[in-house]
């Protein structure tokens, strides 16, 4: 396998790391954040190995079918306004607001595809979850082994909002997604002299995949 494949493959499988909670709605039923995700994953499983075919000659309904579902399943103001970090404060509401819809419809646009072409093993939340600090806080930690063996641990930290259990970030592989983000977000404010709607309009959050494939000892 060249260094190409290699890449796609594994941009393939952090994809749907990072999506698998997103692509579908939240269930109403679940109780705990843990039952949640499980609930999800076997939702959103069960819808794609059946419509893999048809949604990757269809990538255009495979991501209405993620932007409908972000909603109810990801607090994007949240995660925005995370993301901004120290910059949200000077922001005005109109470029927070952009840029909670840029950031939404970027993980739309880069990753949803990578539902259908990740050949997976098997998704799994684990067993005996540790309890949260607090009780609008909790943490979801789930393993993805792919089709040669590897396994990539996975962990969803969740927050409750009016009631409802929603993902604020993600951690793969020991790389704090949210973080990585709000990285990026500073340095393109520092490129750019601190304007926001060049950073803005200009926002493409990037994966290095070689700090993904080593993880957070790599």
Same mark, same amino acid.
């Given at each position: /396998? !060249? #260094?190409?494949?290699?890449?796609?493959?594994?941009?393939?499988? /952090?994809? %749907?790391?990072? /999506?698998?909670? /997103?692509?579908?709605?939240?269930?109403a039923?679940?109780?705990?954040? =843990?039952?949640?995700?499980?609930?999800?994953?076997?939702?959103?499983m069960?819808? %794609? =190995?059946g419509?893999?075919?048809?949604?990757?000659?269809?990538?255009? =309904?495979?991501?209405?079918?993620?932007?409908?579902? $972000?909603?109810?399943?990801?607090?994007?103001?949240?995660?925005?306004?995370?993301?901004?970090?120290?910059?949200?404060?000077?922001?005005?509401?109109?470029?927070?607001?952009?840029?909670?819809?840029?950031?939404?419809?970027?993980?739309?646009?880069?990753? #949803?595809?990578? +539902? @259908?072409?990740?050949?997976?093993?098997? %998704?799994?939340? $684990?067993?005996?979850?540790?309890? &949260?600090r607090?009780?609008?806080?909790?943490?979801?930690?789930?393993?993805?082994?792919?089709?040669?063996?590897? @396994?990539?641990?996975?962990?969803?930290?969740?927050?409750?909002?009016?009631?409802?259990?929603?993902? @604020?970030?993600?951690?793969?592989?020991?790389? !704090?997604?949210g +973080?990585?983000?709000?990285?990026?977000?500073?340095? #393109?404010?520092?490129?750019?002299?601190?304007?926001?709607?060049?950073?803005?309009? &200009?926002?493409?959050?990037?994966l290095?995949v070689?700090? +993904?494939?080593? &993880? =957070?000892?790599?």
């Amino acid at each position: /396998m !060249n #260094a190409t494949s290699l890449s796609r493959r594994l941009v393939g499988a /952090m994809t %749907i790391l990072v /999506m698998c909670l /997103m692509a579908l709605p939240a269930v109403a039923q679940a109780n705990t954040p =843990e039952q949640l995700i499980r609930d999800s994953i076997d939702e959103l499983m069960g819808d %794609i =190995e059946g419509r893999r075919d048809y949604y990757r000659e269809h990538p255009d =309904e495979l991501e209405v079918v993620v932007d409908d579902s $972000l909603e109810q399943v990801a607090d994007f103001r949240y995660i925005g306004a995370s993301v901004m970090g120290r910059y949200f404060r000077n922001a005005t509401p109109s470029q927070r607001s952009r840029f909670v819809d840029t950031f939404r419809q970027t993980l739309i646009d880069t990753y #949803a595809k990578g +539902l @259908v072409t990740f050949d997976y093993q098997d %998704i799994r939340v $684990l067993d005996n979850q540790d309890a &949260g600090r607090y009780e609008d806080q909790a943490s979801v930690e789930m393993e993805v082994v792919a089709s040669d063996g590897t @396994v990539y641990p996975v962990s969803y930290s969740l927050r409750q909002d009016d009631g409802q259990w929603k993902v @604020v970030n993600v951690i793969v592989n020991g790389i !704090n997604l949210g +973080l990585t983000f709000r990285n990026q977000f500073d340095q #393109a404010m520092r490129d750019q002299n601190r304007d926001y709607d060049a950073v803005i309009d &200009g926002w493409a959050p990037e994966l290095a995949v070689d700090e +993904l494939e080593q &993880g =957070e000892a790599g």
